[in-house]
């Protein structure tokens, strides 16, 4: 069995440093480029994480002789190697595709976002086609147009006609909300991304921000001052602790503060963090803050990140699992809702009963 130490001495790292990039810390100080080499040196020595270990322990898994027949599917991506590797939610989301597909014994191709439409006889030549995360019209026809069978992760297409996988955001939100309101905060501020161009035409289309407004609305709450969004474009870079630093800066310069912020990741709550100690508060003495993705960096933030889980694997493992019945022969849609969980830890008040 392959260790963190041998991994480290190929890579050229320390072991504290494999370990941290494996658990997809954001916070660590390293080049794109030497983490991408830590990963690819783990993957190279077939190391297994515990997870994946416990699986084996379980005994082997029983397949039907057409999983078998399936040689190849592609995972098309909509960030970047590097973006993806800054992303700990996203990694999750292809390990569990990569991870579900090694248990069926089906090669993942991996196809990043500037190789797409240079990749249609690639596409064309494998079983069926994963598309993670958020695709523009454009890129949607085109997929549709190469791709025999077609399933998305971690994003709603706004075509009945495909299968997806995903977490409610609309939902999610409305559990932070109503957890953060049932704790006695009042002011809560929003940092995320609109979108800019979205199915609907609303300039507020996007799931986090969309239920945000509608529950302020709701209750009497809403004040416009207390958003700072930036357009959801240039593949999620504007989700990152860059911009959480930023927009946090923005809503703590309101004449009246808000007592509770929430950012549409918990890359953009690492940013926020930062601004708000600068401006010389306290979390959560004078600002609470919660968020979304549960990454495993979220619990070892100072104070801990209350965030909402979203199982990025088991979203991976399911578009697998759905291409595979297509490719089978079903010939109707499913879409596919994996349940979030609110984990409330001392970046705020918890609400005293489940909400």
């Known amino acids: 069995m392959v260790t963190i130490k041998e991994i480290a001495k190929a890579a050229g790292v320390s072991p504290a ?25 783990a993957e190279a020595l077939n190391y297994d994480t515990p997870r994946n270990r416990n699986r084996t322990q379980a005994g082997p898994l029983q397949l039907p002789n057409r999983v078998l027949a399936i040689p190849r ?27 579900r597909c090694r248990e069926l014994r089906i090669e993942p191709v991996k196809v990043f976002h500037s190789q797409t439409l240079a990749a249609d006889a690639l596409l064309q030549s494998v079983s069926g086609v994963i598309a993670v995360g958020r695709h523009s019209s454009s890129e949607i026809d085109w997929l549709t147009q190469h791709c025999g069978h077609l399933v998305f992760a971690d994003f709603v297409p706004r075509l009945a006609e495909i299968d997806h996988v995903c977490c409610d955001l609309g939902l999610a939100t409305r559990k932070i909300l109503d957890g953060l309101f049932a704790a006695g905060y009042r002011r809560i501020a929003f940092i995320g991304a609109h979108d800019p161009v979205s199915a609907d035409g609303r300039r507020f ?66 940013g926020a963090y930062r601004a708000i100690q600068e401006a010389g508060l306290s979390i959560p003495g ?60 001392d970046s705020s008040r918890a609400p005293s009963q489940p909400v």
């Open 73 to 99: 599917v592609a995972i098309v991506h909509f960030l970047e190697p590097a973006e993806e590797l800054a992303d700990p939610y996203y990694i999750g989301v292809r390990l569990g595709i990569e991870n």
């Open 17 to 41: 440093t494999v370990s941290r990039v494996l658990n997809y810390d954001p916070s660590l100080s390293i080049s794109a480029a030497k983490r991408q080499a830590v990963i690819e040196t």
């Open 205 to 270: 289309g996007e799931r986090r921000c969309s239920a945000y407004i509608a529950w302020q609305r709701e209750h009497g709450l809403f004040d416009a001052r207390l958003m700072a969004l930036a357009d959801h474009g240039d593949h999620g870079q504007n989700l990152k602790l860059e911009a959480g630093y930023e927009q946090a800066k923005v809503v703590l310069a309101q004449p009246e503060r808000p007592d509770a912020l929430i950012t549409a990741n918990d890359n953009m709550a690492i």
């Open 286 to 345: 004078d600002i609470a803050v919660a968020s979304y993705n549960d990454i495993p960096v979220a619990q070892f933030l100072s104070p801990p990140l209350s965030t909402m889980r979203i199982l990025s694997e088991a979203i991976g493992e399911t578009a697998v699992d759905l291409l595979i019945e297509r490719i089978q022969g079903r010939s109707y849609p499913k879409h596919v809702v994996i349940p979030a969980e609110m984990i409330w830890r």
